[in-house]
């Protein structure tokens, strides 16, 4: 009989070796930082030498709740979040979102929505079957189908109302691969989903009423959802709101009105304290650029493959890119995977590939791509 000695060690500043990770592309769940996920093994069965997992103990425990103050206090610090702002880590995903927004800020007024890809689109569907119970009304800007969604329609043509409740856009179409940079200018409270670009770039929060975003992108596992919302805008709720959905009693209740996932709020403390050692939101802002340009420029510099997304409104997250011809899709994903490069098949509402290049993808496995992309386009091209 084998005894199987369990060695546990905490260590201070992250293990960044990789053994057999291969680089992982995926849109979400996605790529979790390599030091994150060894760290989170190392504690895995002893938390800080409590003798248990993280998993086992009380969400009300004093222990617990030093993860969770610890983790609200890394993401204001990593985003400055100003102190009127209140932070949310809440379930249901970004989707659940999507019904809590009009649940909570709609207060029988009318509510505008730019449609600008998959997400962004159902964000409006959701919205509006809560306008046709008599919540309110929702108000269509403008949509970018017309161009496939590679596009967004110029703000001087948007249908603006003229006292919104709130406007809401979503900052990068993760399907699409378009993400806009630039702030709509509207006079009203910005509600925008962040879930595929929160914390790849230097943001500024004072700018937005709300920030919400999905965390299994660049804030950890699935099965949490961040919410940044600015106080004034609590109290609003519709009296049909769940109160499991309702800010203001989330704020109060600081996330925990029922059990929390409490797994995943402490890896997203883990991943912000990794974003932290990397030099912060602004250095991976720098890297995530490198990458993305490195990508694009690939593209760009072939006739073999193509982006269809206006240039202004290429995601530095998601880069969708199709093969001029389409036959080559299948043997493309064979040789990408068994060369190592992993999920790169496209979304079906797009076709191709993707390439998902957030925070925890490191520059090397973007040159890997690039190099493989080159010779695979030598080989077929
Ligand atoms: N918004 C965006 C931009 C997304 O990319 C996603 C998920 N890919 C969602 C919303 C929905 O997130 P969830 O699956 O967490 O509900």
Redesign the pocket.
């Known amino acids: 009989m084998s005894t199987n000695p369990v060695s546990i060690k905490t260590t201070p500043t992250f293990n960044t070796s990789a053994p057999n990770r291969l680089p992982n592309f995926s849109?979400?769940p996605a790529t979790i930082p390599t030091a994150v996920l060894s760290r989170a093994q190392e504690e895995l069965l002893d938390w800080q030498g409590s003798g248990m997992s993280v998993m086992e103990v009380s969400h009300r425990s004093k222990e617990y709740l030093a993860i969770t103050e610890k983790a609200e206090a890394k993401l204001r610090s990593l985003i400055e979040i100003p102190d009127n702002y209140k932070v949310l880590f809440l379930q249901g995903?970004?989707?659940?979102q999507f019904s809590a927004i009009p649940l909570n800020l709609l207060n029988g007024g009318r509510a505008d929505y730019l449609t600008t890809g998959t997400?962004s689109d159902k964000a409006i569907k959701e919205a509006k079957r809560y306008a046709n119970l008599g919540l309110g009304e929702i108000n269509m800007v403008a949509t970018g189908k017309d161009s496939n969604f590679t596009d967004v329609p110029a703000q001087s043509d948007w249908n603006l109302s003229d006292d919104a409740a709130y406007f809401h856009y979503?900052a990068?179409?993760?399907i699409h691969g378009l993400q806009i940079f630039e702030l709509p200018q509207v006079n009203v409270p910005l509600i925008v989903?962040m879930?595929?670009s929160i914390l790849s770039q230097s943001i500024n929060v004072s700018k937005f009423g709300m920030i919400y975003a999905?965390a299994?992108k660049n804030i950890g596992p699935?099965g949490l959802?961040i919410v940044v919302v600015r106080e004034d805008l609590l109290g609003r709720a519709s009296e049909w709101c769940p109160l499991l959905l309702n800010y203001k009693h989330q704020a109060e209740k600081e996330s925990m009105s029922n059990t929390p996932a409490t797994y995943s709020w402490y890896l997203a403390g883990l991943v912000f304290d990794w974003i932290e050692e990397q030099g912060g939101v602004a250095a991976l802002g720098k890297i995530n650029q490198q990458k993305a340009d490195l990508l694009y420029k690939t593209i760009d510099d072939s006739s073999f493959y193509s982006n269809p997304v206006a240039t202004q409104y290429r995601s530095i997250m998601n880069v969708p890119f199709t093969l001029a011809d389409s036959s080559l899709d299948k043997v493309f994903l064979e040789e990408s995977a068994a060369a190592g490069l992993m999920n790169l098949k496209g979304h079906r509402d797009v076709g191709g590939m993707r390439a998902s290049i957030y925070n925890a993808v490191p520059l090397e496995w973007v040159q890997q791509l690039v190099d493989f992309m080159i010779a695979f386009e030598k080989k077929y091209g």
């Open positions: 849109a979400g995903g970004a989707s659940l997400w979503c990068n179409e993760t989903d879930s595929s999905g299994q699935a959802v």
